[in-house]
């Protein structure tokens, strides 16, 4: 039995976590949820999954996220909630030994240099993002000397083939309507936009411990791809499947194993067209800004989180237009030059440091 505690239990990528908890009773045992706050969803989790250490953060806060990663009855965590607060439960699981499946982009951006040297094994730290799970397991029993680049992949987004005067007039009804994806409002903008892809790109390099150069983003149409690695000898490999969070999530819960039969889980359409094409980024300035922040490491990467949070929410409320995402954040990397964090606590509050300096560039 696979003893679980799932922090973010009711967002989006949690939901498909718990739905393969659900779909294999027999096999895994919800031990504990966390979540942002106390809701109808998670109590509704709580008593389908008759679970009694519920830890909504708003009211047990850090504490209440130490206490269910360092529980005695849990043996793998799930991290799949979004922001910082849960970096320093992270480090506490790793520390412990527990076996850890990570959606959270920020803990690995932010923190990866203090984070990543906790990991005791291939297996401990499991991704769960779509991309990085793909590239986790196209890396299994490979030597990282011999691989030339890796490259996740992006739909595009729904303004794939935009001009940029079209770019312009972008509204944010028009950014939520991903062509893929079910995700939340920041991330679906961040998509649109293509900074997911280039902050996914800064924690690829962190969590397979590649040079920058190395680490790459291809457009793949209707994200069938999810995930390419490229050796020295010219050869590929390449994870696909129907975009569904499930399998990642199970791939992730049960490694080594693989999913056990169940008709909820679509076999893969091999009518796919599966082509690949570059990132424009003129058209698309974020991955340029992301690569910046790759090369330059030290405070930039966590600068770039906390900046791009601002624009994205001025973008929302109608104060800066859609291109204007990224050039916000530019503005605010180039500002000063940013001090490289020494030690967890300093680089979690550049990400504070970022959200000022862009509320105070964006007046």
């Not at 490979?142 to 007039?169: C, H, M």
């Not at 490999?237 to 990642?248: G, N, R, S, T, V």
Request: charged residues 25%; aromatic residues 8%; proline residues 5%.
């Amino acid at each position: 039995m696979i003893n679980v505690g799932v922090i973010g239990a009711t967002g989006s990528v949690g939901s498909s976590v718990m739905s393969v908890c659900e779909s294999w009773p027999d096999k895994i045992s919800v031990k504990a949820l966390a979540s942002n706050k106390r809701s109808e969803k998670l109590s509704q989790l709580a008593k389908r999954f008759n679970v009694s250490k519920i830890y909504p953060y708003e009211e047990t806060g850090s504490e209440g996220l130490e206490a269910l990663v360092l529980d005695p009855d849990i043996d793998h965590v799930v991290f799949a909630s979004s922001g910082t607060a849960a970096i320093k439960a992270l480090c506490s699981a790793l520390k412990a030994g527990k076996t850890v499946s990570l959606a959270n982009k920020e803990s690995i951006v932010v923190a990866g240099k203090w984070v990543m040297p906790l990991v005791k094994h291939h297996e401990q730290l499991r991704p769960l993002d779509s991309e990085h799970n793909a590239i986790w397991q196209c890396l299994h029993g490979e030597d990282k000397n011999f691989v030339r680049k890796i490259y996740l992949t992006a739909s595009g987004g729904p303004f794939r083939k935009f001009s940029q005067e079209e770019l312009r007039t972008v509204t944010p009804e028009m950014a939520l309507r991903h062509p893929v994806w079910d995700m939340g409002a920041k991330i679906t903008i961040d998509s649109a936009t293509l900074m997911n892809k280039g902050i996914e790109l800064i924690e690829a390099m962190y969590l397979f411990g590649l040079d920058e150069s190395k680490v790459d983003a291809l457009i793949s149409p209707g994200s069938f791809v999810h995930g390419l690695v490229e050796f020295e000898d010219g050869s590929v490999k390449m994870l696909a499947a129907e975009p569904d969070m499930k399998l990642p999530a199970g791939s992730c819960i049960f490694w080594p194993e693989r999913f056990f039969p169940s008709p909820k889980f679509k076999r893969p359409d091999f009518s796919h067209e599966v082509r690949f094409e570059t990132i424009d980024a003129e058209r698309f300035p974020a991955i340029r800004i992301a690569r910046e922040c790759m090369r330059l490491k030290g405070a930039y990467p966590a600068v770039l989180v906390g900046a791009d949070e601002v624009a994205v929410d001025f973008f929302m409320k109608g104060k800066i237009g859609f291109t204007e995402i990224a050039g916000l954040v530019e503005k605010v990397l180039e500002s000063r030059n940013w001090t490289e964090p020494e030690n967890l606590d300093e680089g979690i509050a550049l990400v504070d440091e970022g959200r000022r300096e862009a509320i105070r560039i964006a007046g």
